[in-house]
């Protein structure tokens, strides 16, 4: 709960903001490092006040000379913080935070797909929309960040104001569609998250309910990129051995971001913090894989392709033991996108051929993958349209027969019998449509003879 006295200070703070300035409450002020130490404190809540308006700046031409007045205000209270040359107290820091908080917290614009209905969920930065009040939100947040980051922010006194409603509103603010403000959200949040240790289980888990509310409600955010950028250093810094915490994350958050339509939109930085747990853990590999499989994309090509370049950095990490847990599954599904008739989707695929580890894999456990896969080779080699793909096939196919020409002539043997066995059932099937053709052809002559 934010604290009575940092409530009351954003209330005035509201208060001044909703007024309508004037030219004489917007003066030009003189600057902090002008005037007596002794008088810095009165001037600085000054001009706190002076920055709490906030102006429309849909008319570019609307109240011009008060705006630089704030944004020079604002340029100036930034140096003073970065320069360290005067020691916020804490009436002070209650202050600059109450005016940041009315300058950011606020309700962000209609998204975009709200405004046109479309349902194109990969929006390209110059379509998405840029708030214009950003020549004072980017020194606000600017602000805010040389606050965090500064070596005289006591982190004791900073975290009555820095607290958990303050944490919520900033990540309510990475849904906002201006990529600038997203970038400084970003930076901030991971500043925090380092600083106030405090407040890192309520951060992570405040991240987690987005993420859930993304994937099973909404499927709509603009800031998931971002956030997982964040979650990849974060992980980064998990210690060993693993909290239990931390792997249910993986596999309630993180695998589940791999269903939403939109996963190209964020899908290199999820990428990283899958792989972030795998170097951290190579026994978490066979969830990994498994929970790819369980989302792979059954008619979206390009999602399928993101998968496979996945799980090629997956198989990377992983160790034989977790890797003969899922090779069955996992080799029935690269069958099939070898197969597939998209054929970069088939290229990705054999493109695994290439990694040195992942053919160590398969080399040990040949009597295993060969019988999978060998059906789906001799498919291409009999009818793939794509001669690339056709190529591939025989590459593979040759690289199979080296490793091990016993085995290779025994999979061919029995794909020849599978073949007989289903031509053998076709001509079964096809005869007996002939005999019940002809005999519904009598019972039908009989039933015109006895209509007749």
Not at 155 to 161: G, S
Not at 165 to 182: I, M, N, P, V
Not at 370 to 395: C, D, Y
Request: hydrophobic letters at 40%; a negative charge.
């Amino acid at each position: 709960m934010v604290s009575s006295s940092v409530a009351n200070s954003v209330q005035q703070a509201v208060a001044v903001a909703v007024a309508p300035p004037s030219s004489a409450v917007i003066e030009p002020l003189p600057l902090l490092r002008d005037i007596p130490v002794s008088e810095r404190p009165n001037m600085f809540s000054r001009k706190i006040q002076i920055c709490c308006f906030l102006f429309d700046f849909s008319d570019p031409m609307n109240s011009l000379r008060e705006k630089e007045i704030k944004r020079q205000i604002l340029v100036e209270l930034v140096d003073f913080v970065q320069s360290g040359t005067g020691k916020l107290s804490e009436i002070m820091q209650e202050e600059l935070i109450g005016m940041i908080s009315v300058n950011i917290f606020r309700c962000l614009p209609p998204a975009s797909h709200e405004n046109t209905g479309s349902e194109n969920l990969e929006l390209e930065e110059d379509e998405t929309s840029l708030d214009p009040s950003w020549p004072h939100l980017q020194i606000v947040y600017e602000l805010l960040l040389r606050y965090v980051v500064s070596s005289e922010t006591d982190t004791k006194v900073a975290k009555r104001y820095i607290d958990h409603t303050f944490g919520l509103k900033l990540l309510d603010l990475f849904a906002s569609e201006d990529h600038r403000e997203r970038e400084y959200l970003k930076t901030i949040l991971h500043r925090i998250y380092g600083k106030f240790m405090v407040h890192r289980p309520f951060i992570r888990k405040a991240i987690n309910n987005i993420f859930y509310r993304f994937i099973f409600e909404t499927q709509r955010h603009s800031g998931i990129g971002e956030l997982l950028e964040i979650l990849g250093s974060i992980i980064n810094g998990f210690a060993l051995p693993m909290k239990e915490e931390h792997k249910l994350f993986l596999v309630r958050a993180l695998i589940p971001l791999h269903k939403p339509k939109s996963i190209s939109m964020y899908h290199q930085q999820l990428s990283y913090c899958i792989t972030q747990f795998i170097e951290k853990d190579y026994k978490l590999a066979d969830i990994v894989i498994r929970g790819l499989l369980k989302y792979w994309p059954v008619i979206n090509c390009q999602k399928e392709i993101l998968f496979l370049g996945e799980l090629e950095e997956v198989l990377e990490g992983t160790q034989s033991a977790e890797f003969q847990r899922c090779m069955v599954p996992l080799f029935r599904q690269i069958g099939r996108c070898l197969n597939s008739p998209q054929f970069q989707v088939a290229e990705r695929t054999f493109f695994l051929w290439n990694n040195d580890h992942i053919v160590s894999l398969i080399a040990q456990n040949r009597d295993v993958i060969f019988p999978i896969i060998f059906e789906s080779l001799e498919k291409n080699i009999r009818g793939h349209w794509n001669q690339a793909v056709h190529g591939m096939t025989a590459n593979v196919r040759r690289m199979f027969l080296e490793m091990d020409a016993e085995l290779f002539e025994e999979c061919h043997r029995q794909y020849l019998e599978k073949e007989a066995r289903a031509q053998e059932l076709e001509e079964q099937r096809q005869l007996t449509w002939k005999r019940l053709e002809a005999v519904a052809a009598e019972t039908g002559g009989e039933d015109m003879v006895m209509v007749n």
